[in-house]
């Protein structure tokens, strides 16, 4: 069976291939690299060099003829979202539709979306089951759920199967210590180099932390099962302080440097919890790793990559 993966060479991406290799599936990514790497990569992996905004995208699906599309390219910066929407929209929206069409005409059978917390907004209730109201803060969180709104269309006009996952704060080796959301290797890197890391507001603002290679294996269970139509949250449904995650992480960096405190950001979510039971009912999917060996697994892995030694 062939899999597509769009932002394979990303941090999800790149774990959701691996895990496909692992159990024999032919891949493909497409990656245009403005985030992603082509060393996050198997040597093996045939790989198109391409936005999925281009025109040959529908060329590439009527070569490859995938079987399934994990599609998870896209602009993930909240704060981008807010200053540039139309960028947003136009990777996010337009560029998910020209893969949609391009799906629908080389007979993809089944597509598997990451969509976001983004879309739940500011919580009503803890945890957040699939059933909260969707009322989206961020031009990111409104592009996740009209994709999701897209792909029901596509089910029901062309028959195409669909499973939506609404991810946590996803954390763990590969992630762009840059990137927004990816406040554990934000820290791991600034403790590493011996740098204050930074903490929005009192550090009592609380979230929900998942593994990615739980993330990767939720993938291939709603690739691999029988539902032909489906949303679920995806998170380890443990809520944990920021505070309480710098000293984790400070523990298996070995570096207490302390942190500076600054005002908190405008439209920052105080507690965030996901409840997990659907994904557990449904696909037998149970987070695995927990944050401390979580923390353990990829502070080994910035040690190993970022040339330093503690
Ligand atoms: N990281 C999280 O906590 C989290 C939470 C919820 C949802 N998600 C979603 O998971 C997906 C992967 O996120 P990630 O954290 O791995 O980010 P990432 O930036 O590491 O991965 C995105 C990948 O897409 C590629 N890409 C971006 N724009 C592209 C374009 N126009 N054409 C082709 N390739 C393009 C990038 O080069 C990168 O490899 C995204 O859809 C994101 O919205 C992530």
Request: hydrophobic share 35%; proline share 3%.
């Amino acid at each position: 069976m062939k899999v597509m993966v769009t932002g394979g060479a990303g941090f999800i991406g790149s774990h959701i291939v691996d895990l496909l290799l692992l159990n024999q599936y032919d891949v493909v990514v497409i990656d245009n690299l403005s985030t992603g790497r082509r060393r996050n990569l198997d040597k093996k992996v045939k790989f198109y060099h391409i936005d999925i905004r281009s025109e040959e995208i529908n060329n590439i699906f009527q070569k490859e003829k995938p079987d399934y599309l994990i599609h998870h390219a896209a602009q993930i910066k909240v704060q981008t979202s807010i200053e540039n929407p139309k960028l947003d929209a136009d990777i996010n929206i337009m560029g998910t539709l020209n893969l949609l069409e391009a799906a629908i005409r080389s007979g993809v059978k089944k597509i598997i979306y990451p969509a976001s917390a983004a879309i739940y907004g500011e919580p009503c209730y803890l945890p957040i089951d699939e059933m909260h109201p969707i009322k989206m803060c961020s031009g990111y969180g409104v592009s996740k759920q009209i994709v999701e709104s897209y792909l029901n269309v596509y089910k029901r006009i062309h028959g195409l199967d669909y499973v939506s996952l609404r991810y946590s704060n996803v954390y763990g080796p590969r992630q762009n210590s840059s990137g927004e959301g990816g406040v554990v290797s934000v820290f791991v890197d600034k403790l590493l180099h011996n740098e204050s890391p930074k903490i929005y507001g009192t550090g009592e603002q609380s979230r929900d932390f998942i593994y990615v290679g739980d993330v990767a294996k939720a993938n291939l269970l709603a690739l691999e099962s029988e539902i032909e139509e489906g949303i679920f949250n995806v998170s380890s449904n443990q809520s944990i302080t920021i505070s309480s995650l710098l000293e984790k992480i400070q523990s298996a960096t070995n570096c207490f440097k302390d942190p500076v405190y600054k005002n908190e950001r405008e439209g920052d979510i105080k507690h965030s919890l996901m409840c997990n039971l659907k994904i557990n009912n449904y696909l037998g999917w149970k987070p695995q790793v927990d944050i401390d060996e979580g923390i353990k697994s990829t502070v080994s892995y910035y040690l190993i990559n970022s040339g330093v030694s503690v």
